[in-house]
């Protein structure tokens, strides 16, 4: 299974301290949402964040919105049935965000924050009508969820990390499914600038820190790569008539 986790999210509710703040009490009644849902966002909110301890890594849950959209409705996902994706969010404390397979992320930006909004609200499952599935929220940090994972099958995407190709990346990726139930954790980071700074860095291996092109790239531009890039390999490995993968 290829675990996608996009990682130290700019995504949270509006922190107590800016709630009366008179950007955010405008968006409350532009949205009619109340501000204990309401979702941090720079567009809205930039006057109230300048006085927040790394703001420019937060408030965007655009990021993870489109990452969601990117990564979900995708073979190795609904054909393959490979991939799980988690959303892990720092502020005000660590969580974990797991999105059930069959989740039809909304299309629309306001209807997705208003589910998101509600899950971190309540730190519990969200059904909708909508779409369908579940968003659940596990109170743990992201060094605690990658320990999980045998170390050498974590791999982290950063414009800090070494430029390679694909297959030098994650050799045994698509080979994985003939080998029984290997687990991959493939990390990406879910905000707007600047580089991972979390503790969990030091659970994945030195050479499994990776650039998968020469310049920085979108959070989501990375997930639709690296999503098409494992499904490609996977592709390529159930041709293997040992392979359990289903087959067309």
Sequence with gaps: MIWLVIAEAALELVP?????????????????????????????????????????????????HFCLLAAMNTPLNAFFKKLRVCVHVIHPKERIIIVDPKTRIPRSINRFEGIIGELLARSGKRKDGEAPGLFTAEETTLAAFLSRFDPSRIHAFSSAGKLRTFDDVLPGIGSGCNEGDIDFALVIGGFQGGRFDGTWQSIVPPGNLHAIAPIPLDAWTVVARVVYMVEEAVARAVQSPSCALPRD
């Design 16 to 64: 107590d301290a800016l709630r009366t703040h008179p950007s955010v009490l405008a968006d409350v009644k532009r949205k009619g949402t109340p501000p204990g849902k309401l979702l941090l966002d720079t567009n809205y909110h930039h006057s109230a964040m300048v006085s927040l301890p790394g703001a420019e890594k937060r408030g965007r849950p655009d990021i993870v």
